[in-house]
Nanobody
Framework: QVQLVESGGGSVQAGGSLRLSCVTS????????MGWFRQAPGKEREFVAS?????????YYAESVKGRFRVSRNNAFNMVFLQMNSLKPEDTAVYYC?????????????????????WGQGTQVTVTS
């Protein structure tokens, strides 16, 4: 079983920055892609960012965060990060880390939450105006 644990959430004023971390543990991690999603109160979970876990970096971003957020990884420590800059009140949500297994049979593309096999418990990000 693979576990994902997010950290780094908190409360910040608009214009500020936060860096979320996601560390994986459990059996030998065999992800092919990592993703960040978020869910605001009363809204559905939405895609934020994604990058491949092996090979060259290929990252994708939701239009709403492009240019402000950046995803990165540290394979040696099985960690993925989400650097969030120029935060806005509308970025307030619970942020989730997700991983797609290399042998996954799930369908969907990088921005589909159904395409991911493992999920963290989430970390709250609150941006005040």
């Amino acid at each position: 079983q693979v576990q994902l644990v997010e950290s780094g959430g908190g409360s910040v004023q608009a214009g500020g920055s936060l860096r979320l971390s996601c560390v994986t543990s459990g059996r030998t991690f065999s992800a092919v892609r990592m993703g960040w999603f978020r869910q605001a109160p009363g809204k559905e979970r939405e895609f934020v960012a994604s990058m491949n876990w092996i090979g060259g970096t290929t990252d994708y971003y939701a239009e709403s965060v492009k240019g402000r957020f950046r995803v990165s990884r540290n394979n040696a420590f099985n960690m993925v990060f989400l650097q969030m800059n120029s935060l806005k009140p509308e970025d307030t949500a619970v942020y989730y880390c997700a991983a797609r297994d290399r042998n996954s049979r799930k369908t969907g593309v990088y921005s589909d939450d159904v395409a991911y096999d493992y999920w963290g418990q989430g970390t709250q990000v609150t941006v005040t105006s």
